[in-house]
Protein backbone atom coordinates (compact mmCIF):
# COMPACT_ATOMS: atom_id res chain seq x y z
CA UNK A 1 0.00 0.00 0.00
CA UNK A 2 1.09 3.78 -0.41
CA UNK A 3 2.66 4.52 2.11
CA UNK A 4 1.68 9.27 3.61
CA UNK A 5 4.39 11.01 5.14
CA UNK A 6 3.47 14.45 6.15
CA UNK A 7 5.44 16.55 7.66
CA UNK A 8 5.41 18.46 10.29
CA UNK A 9 3.92 16.72 12.70
CA UNK A 10 3.01 19.74 15.02
CA UNK A 11 3.58 23.48 13.61
CA UNK A 12 2.83 26.50 14.87
CA UNK A 13 2.22 29.98 12.77
CA UNK A 14 1.18 34.02 13.85
CA UNK A 15 -1.61 35.67 12.70
CA UNK A 16 -1.10 36.32 9.01
CA UNK A 17 2.00 34.12 8.53
CA UNK A 18 2.57 31.94 5.32
CA UNK A 19 1.89 28.35 6.32
CA UNK A 20 3.57 25.36 4.06
CA UNK A 21 2.83 21.49 5.11
CA UNK A 22 3.70 18.77 3.01
CA UNK A 23 2.67 14.97 2.00
CA UNK A 24 5.09 12.98 0.56
CA UNK A 25 4.20 9.26 -1.38
CA UNK A 26 6.09 6.59 -1.16
CA UNK A 27 5.04 5.71 -4.88
CA UNK A 28 3.71 8.29 -7.06
CA UNK A 29 0.10 8.96 -6.98
CA UNK A 30 -2.51 10.77 -9.47
CA UNK A 31 -4.23 12.81 -6.99
CA UNK A 32 -3.78 14.08 -3.57
CA UNK A 33 -6.83 15.22 -1.33
CA UNK A 34 -6.98 17.04 2.28
CA UNK A 35 -9.22 17.11 5.24
CA UNK A 36 -9.31 19.49 7.87
CA UNK A 37 -10.13 18.49 11.06
CA UNK A 38 -11.02 20.31 14.72
CA UNK A 39 -11.13 18.51 17.91
CA UNK A 40 -14.18 16.75 18.41
CA UNK A 41 -15.52 16.90 14.83
CA UNK A 42 -15.49 14.29 11.92
CA UNK A 43 -12.89 15.34 9.08
CA UNK A 44 -14.11 17.78 6.14
CA UNK A 45 -13.12 17.49 2.41
CA UNK A 46 -11.13 20.56 2.47
CA UNK A 47 -8.93 19.92 -0.91
CA UNK A 48 -9.42 17.56 -3.46
CA UNK A 49 -7.88 16.54 -6.49
CA UNK A 50 -4.39 18.31 -5.75
CA UNK A 51 -5.83 21.83 -6.27
CA UNK A 52 -9.35 22.26 -6.00
CA UNK A 53 -11.07 24.06 -2.78
CA UNK A 54 -13.74 22.28 -1.68
CA UNK A 55 -17.15 25.09 -1.34
CA UNK A 56 -16.66 27.43 1.33
CA UNK A 57 -12.68 26.79 1.79
CA UNK A 58 -11.20 30.54 1.90
CA UNK A 59 -8.86 31.49 -0.88
CA UNK A 60 -6.05 31.84 1.33
CA UNK A 61 -5.26 28.03 0.95
CA UNK A 62 -4.02 26.56 -1.95
CA UNK A 63 -2.89 22.87 -3.30
CA UNK A 64 0.04 21.92 -5.11
CA UNK A 65 2.14 18.86 -6.06
CA UNK A 66 2.56 15.96 -8.43
CA UNK A 67 4.07 12.55 -8.12
CA UNK A 68 5.14 11.68 -4.69
CA UNK A 69 5.17 15.35 -3.65
CA UNK A 70 2.11 17.45 -2.76
CA UNK A 71 1.48 20.47 -0.37
CA UNK A 72 -1.01 22.36 1.42
CA UNK A 73 -0.40 26.37 1.56
CA UNK A 74 -2.28 28.56 3.52
CA UNK A 75 -0.94 32.29 2.52
CA UNK A 76 -2.05 34.33 5.66
CA UNK A 77 -2.36 32.26 8.83
CA UNK A 78 -5.71 33.05 10.63
CA UNK A 79 -7.11 31.42 13.82
CA UNK A 80 -9.79 29.55 12.41
CA UNK A 81 -7.19 27.90 10.47
CA UNK A 82 -5.99 25.98 13.38
CA UNK A 83 -6.82 22.03 12.73
CA UNK A 84 -5.66 19.12 11.67
CA UNK A 85 -4.35 18.49 8.43
CA UNK A 86 -4.58 14.84 6.98
CA UNK A 87 -3.54 14.26 3.15
CA UNK A 88 -5.22 10.76 0.97
CA UNK A 89 -4.65 9.00 -1.73
CA UNK A 90 -6.69 6.59 -3.70
CA UNK A 91 -4.38 6.50 -6.89
CA UNK A 92 -4.40 2.99 -5.95
CA UNK A 93 -6.28 0.54 -3.44
CA UNK A 94 -6.19 0.57 -0.48
CA UNK A 95 -7.10 4.15 0.62
CA UNK A 96 -4.30 5.84 2.48
CA UNK A 97 -4.08 8.36 4.91
CA UNK A 98 -1.17 10.98 6.20
CA UNK A 99 -0.93 11.07 9.73
CA UNK A 100 -1.57 14.44 9.92
CA UNK A 101 -0.12 18.14 10.42
CA UNK A 102 -1.39 19.40 13.62
CA UNK A 103 -1.31 23.61 12.94
CA UNK A 104 -1.65 25.21 15.94
CA UNK A 105 -2.04 29.30 16.05
CA UNK A 106 0.79 31.67 18.04
CA UNK B 1 -28.95 17.93 1.71
CA UNK B 2 -26.51 14.76 2.07
CA UNK B 3 -25.83 13.24 5.49
CA UNK B 4 -24.67 10.19 7.22
CA UNK B 5 -25.10 9.07 10.58
CA UNK B 6 -23.99 6.94 12.90
CA UNK B 7 -25.02 4.46 15.42
CA UNK B 8 -23.36 1.94 17.53
CA UNK B 9 -23.26 0.16 21.24
CA UNK B 10 -20.56 2.71 22.76
CA UNK B 11 -18.69 -0.06 24.87
CA UNK B 12 -17.89 -3.61 23.19
CA UNK B 13 -16.40 -6.07 26.12
CA UNK B 14 -13.00 -7.86 24.79
CA UNK B 15 -13.38 -10.35 22.33
CA UNK B 16 -17.10 -9.58 21.69
CA UNK B 17 -18.00 -8.41 17.98
CA UNK B 18 -19.34 -4.93 17.11
CA UNK B 19 -21.58 -3.78 15.07
CA UNK B 20 -22.36 -0.34 13.93
CA UNK B 21 -25.04 1.73 11.68
CA UNK B 22 -24.74 4.16 9.43
CA UNK B 23 -27.97 6.00 8.07
CA UNK B 24 -27.97 8.31 5.03
CA UNK B 25 -30.09 11.02 3.62
CA UNK B 26 -30.02 12.90 0.35
CA UNK B 27 -28.81 10.03 -1.40
CA UNK B 28 -28.89 6.40 -2.96
CA UNK B 29 -27.24 3.73 -1.95
CA UNK B 30 -26.99 2.12 -4.97
CA UNK B 31 -24.87 4.99 -6.61
CA UNK B 32 -22.58 5.95 -4.71
CA UNK B 33 -19.94 3.55 -2.15
CA UNK B 34 -20.09 4.46 1.63
CA UNK B 35 -16.23 3.60 3.39
CA UNK B 36 -15.82 3.05 7.14
CA UNK B 37 -12.98 4.74 9.25
CA UNK B 38 -11.86 4.83 12.10
CA UNK B 39 -9.72 7.11 14.62
CA UNK B 40 -8.44 5.53 17.71
CA UNK B 41 -8.49 8.96 20.23
CA UNK B 42 -5.45 11.00 19.70
CA UNK B 43 -4.48 9.28 16.32
CA UNK B 44 -4.84 9.32 12.68
CA UNK B 45 -7.34 7.70 10.40
CA UNK B 46 -7.41 4.46 9.16
CA UNK B 47 -9.72 3.59 6.37
CA UNK B 48 -11.16 0.12 7.29
CA UNK B 49 -13.28 -0.74 3.89
CA UNK B 50 -15.81 0.34 0.74
CA UNK B 51 -18.81 -1.31 -0.12
CA UNK B 52 -19.86 -0.51 -3.39
CA UNK B 53 -23.05 1.09 -5.19
CA UNK B 54 -23.61 -2.90 -6.49
CA UNK B 55 -23.42 -4.44 -3.59
CA UNK B 56 -19.10 -5.46 -3.85
CA UNK B 57 -17.01 -4.59 -0.99
CA UNK B 58 -13.39 -4.12 -0.24
CA UNK B 59 -11.51 -4.39 2.62
CA UNK B 60 -8.33 -3.10 4.68
CA UNK B 61 -5.77 -6.34 3.94
CA UNK B 62 -4.88 -6.00 7.67
CA UNK B 63 -8.45 -6.47 9.43
CA UNK B 64 -9.83 -8.51 6.44
CA UNK B 65 -10.40 -11.82 8.51
CA UNK B 66 -12.27 -9.63 11.33
CA UNK B 67 -14.20 -6.95 9.05
CA UNK B 68 -17.76 -7.30 7.46
CA UNK B 69 -19.76 -4.61 5.62
CA UNK B 70 -23.25 -5.13 4.21
CA UNK B 71 -26.18 -2.64 3.26
CA UNK B 72 -30.05 -2.67 3.04
CA UNK B 73 -30.35 -0.29 0.35
CA UNK B 74 -34.30 0.64 0.69
CA UNK B 75 -33.55 1.61 4.52
CA UNK B 76 -30.69 3.87 3.28
CA UNK B 77 -28.13 1.96 5.86
CA UNK B 78 -24.85 0.58 5.92
CA UNK B 79 -23.58 -1.97 8.19
CA UNK B 80 -20.23 -2.66 9.71
CA UNK B 81 -19.41 -5.75 12.24
CA UNK B 82 -15.96 -6.52 12.99
CA UNK B 83 -15.44 -9.60 14.98
CA UNK B 84 -12.99 -10.21 18.17
CA UNK B 85 -12.25 -6.88 19.30
CA UNK B 86 -9.68 -5.88 21.50
CA UNK B 87 -8.08 -2.59 23.23
CA UNK B 88 -6.63 -1.13 20.25
CA UNK B 89 -10.12 -1.30 18.65
CA UNK B 90 -11.25 1.53 20.61
CA UNK B 91 -12.05 4.57 17.95
CA UNK B 92 -14.13 6.95 16.99
CA UNK B 93 -15.70 5.08 14.05
CA UNK B 94 -17.09 7.38 10.84
CA UNK B 95 -18.95 6.13 7.06
CA UNK B 96 -18.15 8.46 4.80
CA UNK B 97 -19.35 8.94 1.12
CA UNK B 98 -17.56 8.52 -1.82
CA UNK B 99 -16.86 11.73 -4.29
CA UNK B 100 -19.29 11.27 -7.81
CA UNK B 101 -16.44 12.05 -9.60
CA UNK B 102 -13.03 11.88 -7.38
CA UNK B 103 -11.73 8.82 -4.99
CA UNK B 104 -11.91 10.93 -1.80
CA UNK B 105 -14.52 11.41 0.65
CA UNK B 106 -16.99 14.13 0.30
CA UNK B 107 -18.92 13.93 3.22
CA UNK B 108 -18.89 12.58 6.18
CA UNK B 109 -20.85 11.47 9.11
CA UNK B 110 -20.74 12.72 13.06
CA UNK B 111 -18.60 9.38 13.80
CA UNK B 112 -19.80 6.88 16.82
CA UNK B 113 -17.68 6.04 19.94
CA UNK B 114 -16.55 2.31 20.46
CA UNK B 115 -14.59 1.64 23.40
CA UNK B 116 -13.20 -2.06 24.18
CA UNK B 117 -13.19 -2.80 27.71
CA UNK B 118 -13.91 -5.04 30.15
Known sequence: QIVLTQSPAIMSASPGEKVT??????????YMHWYQQKSGTSPKRWIYDTSKLASGVPVRFSGSGSGTSYSLTISSMEAEDAATY?????????PTFGGGTKLEIK | QVQLKESGPGLVAPSQSLSITCTVSGFSLTDYGVSWIR???????????????GGSTYYNSALKSRLSISKDNSKSQVFLKMNSLQTDDTAMYY?????QLGWYFDVWGAGTTVTVSS
Open chain 1, 21 to 30: MTCSASSSVS
Open chain 1, 86 to 94: YCQQWSSNP
Open chain 2, 39 to 53: QPPGKGLEWLGVIWG
Open chain 2, 95 to 99: CAKKA
